[in-house]
């Protein structure tokens, strides 16, 4: 039987009533089985939720397929539809005036359960998994991240069959022979059991006000969709009986006869058996991606558990605390003496935001910021979200305090700056080689070694490298080659065929060596106005790049549709791109227009502007063009392949685009909350939109001609100063 992340049967979680309710004083014993929708809630959240549920005492599964009763943080009928097809539920729409005919009240069903005892044992859901689709069910694959999707996950080594998430009810059983009356189980009202064979979608507003009331409320008042739950038509194999066995009497063989011949008989049962298995389609096992998340994440808090790398709050509770931080002699005269250099004025003013202070490309205190940049990757690779948001505020704040720092107390000045930041910096200190004992354990961490080399996979993120190593079980990329090759994306699969390639650091000569090359064709498919930016590290001033980042863009506003297409079109016949692994026309399919506040767009994050993922390689090298007497190529071309981002972004929001993709990450982000929270803006690489309205902010005085600005310097700085901040320069942006 497969286990959950958190310790429990990945079955129909029941919890006593009596017990449970004691807990919360609601009791939601009375309910069928209970799922609770992952999209839209957050991790710690969605725990808190089930915990909840459980608590109360209801019947808690963790596959959709087994709910009747769905709680979601989802309000109309359509998205309810959705998630019912991407999880394969066969169901149909019921009409509605079937509701009020069929006498079905949710609330006298609630307040009838209250009187009863609750039964002992709860009914089995015995609703099995559908291959096929009946006339009017709906059954639809959808691949999309943020709902439930199967996948087949086989373990070629072992050989063993992947976990299924199929209850006990659904598990295949040998058949037996027995002649005593089967046990009468506590039946239930169909309704009150599960709904009369209907599927309910409720919003998550219901266990709120529940909870908060102490007694179960109206579902009718919640319901965002019903439907009726189609039967499976998955065909069950009915075993052949066996031939009776002969009757022991005068003539009956010997002992030994006779266990020779049950012998042969099992054995050709079995063997029928597994001709008949064989000959049937491999039935595919079903992993919700809520199931998937917990088993990944409860496997790393158990590597990572203790280790001086990870957040307190997750270290084994019997660790010892750590020292307090001591004030020598000679820290605490320079503090009474003023021999400290004075605080910068956003420290005294306390400015959060990255966005509001200068951070140049170089600090005085590099050496321990890389110190701080190791711990910051090793938290993204353990699944710490918060301790990478922390390290990061933390990390530039440091980087732009201006002076070598000496006390701890400079430390704890500066915003964003904890009690934890000063003891690491106290370490770092004291210690004898200048490195924090956490980065050294980081450094000889064999699992966080695969990771980080997972990790630096072109196309693989953090959680995508936790998967590779926890549920796949690779630990190389010889692995990923042997076992998962299929399984990668394109992208993925690019990655690793130039594994090395792509870690190689391009200097600043061939990042411009590119961008005139496509800028060149940009100009030969449209015209001589076309405008081009190297934004990215290459213009906050690095000596190298890890890719290159172009934006281009046109003053006509209908010069830059679909202009994307045409540019990587032209490079591909010159044989500049090798590959070309994502071209996406979002921006140009909605008229070029800012992201609307309220949209469907999903994983778009920062970006969602028009944009060429392709790899690149220079076809300049000595020899090119040489071939034997068979008119092959003698020379094989030596360059390295290089990762190129071709950013499409209209004129009228071109300031936004040069502004995002120019600023280091965290000042990036910072300008999005900064927007949000101060100004109550939506601020992203295609423009700004006020959150309330929607409406679209027109910093860049776009709409009047007679303002309009003809140089996209001008309209960086005209964003900058919209906002309320202070210009800074490129260089002067480079918070990591």
Sequence with gaps: MADRADGTSHEVVEVGAAAASAYTGLDLSHLPAVYVLPAHVALSDLHEIEHQLARSGASLTYDIREARLILGTISKPRRAKFELQAAKVHFKDIDPSSLSKAGVNNQSILEEAELETPPKKKLKLQETETQSTTDGSTSIEHQNTSTVVSETEADTDAGAEPLSQLSISQAPTSPTVDSSPPPKEPTLPQTQADFGGRIKVVNLAWLEDSLRLGKPQDLQKYLVYEAELLPSNTASVTPEPLAAAPRVGKSSPTACESSQTKSNELKSVLERANAEAASK??????????????????????????????????????????????????????????????????????????????????????????????????????????????????????????????????????????????????????SPDHRIQAVKDIENDPTLKCLRLFYDIWGVGATTAREFYYDKQWRDLDDIVEFGWSSLSRVQQIGVKYYDEFLLKLPRAEVESIANIVTRHARKVVDERIEYIIVGGYRRGKPESGDVDLILSHPDQSATAGLVDKVVRSLEKEDWITHTLILNLTNTKRGQETLPYFSNTKGAGFDTLDKALVVWQDQAYPGKGDTDEHGKPTKKNPNPHRRVDIIISPWRTVGCAVAGWTSGTTFQRDLRRYAKRVKGWKFDSSGVRERGTGKWIDLEGWTDPQTRCTDWKEAERRVFEGMGLEYYEPWDRCTG
């Design 281 to 430: 389609p491999k039935p595919r096992a079903y992993f919700s991606r809520a199931f998937k998340r917990d088993r990944i994440s409860a496997a790393a808090k158990r590597d990572f558990t203790g280790r001086s790398f990870t957040s307190t709050t997750a270290q084994d509770p019997h660790s010892r605390p750590p020292h307090l931080l001591r004030q020598t002699t000679s820290e605490y005269e320079e503090g009474v003496s003023g021999s400290l250099p004075p605080m910068p004025d956003w420290v005294l003013q306390n400015k959060i935001y990255s966005c509001q202070r200068a951070t140049p490309l170089t600090s005085p205190n590099d050496a321990f910021i890389a110190q701080l940049k190791e711990i910051k990757l090793a938290r993204l690779l353990t699944n710490d979200e918060i301790g990478v948001r922390a390290y990061s505020t933390s990390i530039a704040s440091i980087a732009a305090y201006p002076y070598a720092i000496q006390t701890t107390s400079e430390i704890l000045a500066l915003p964003g700056c904890d009690h934890k930041i000063a003891h690491l910096f106290h370490e770092w200190q004291t």
